[in-house]
């Protein structure tokens, strides 16, 4: 093997790990995206189930000095 094709292998072979590398950092940025998106959404259904709780709480001590 001449010095040419196997400087050629090792440029395509380098080109091929820098694809696959790069295709790896963009599955890494899309999961990245969805843990702060669950990490919201755990954070929203907290604090809507807070709000629910303290509505039913008011309503329950009212509906306790009714009766």
Do not use: H, P
Not at 21 to 48: F, H, P, T, Y
């Amino acid at each position: 093997m001449s010095e040419a094709e196997r400087l050629a292998k090792l440029e395509t072979r380098t080109e091929e790990q820098e694809r696959r590398l790069q295709n790896i950092e963009n599955k890494l940025d899309r999961l990245l995206e969805m843990a702060n998106l669950g990490r919201g959404s755990i954070w929203l259904l907290l604090k809507v189930a807070a709000f629910v709780s303290a509505i039913g709480a008011a309503f329950a001590w009212a509906w306790e000095k009714i009766n």
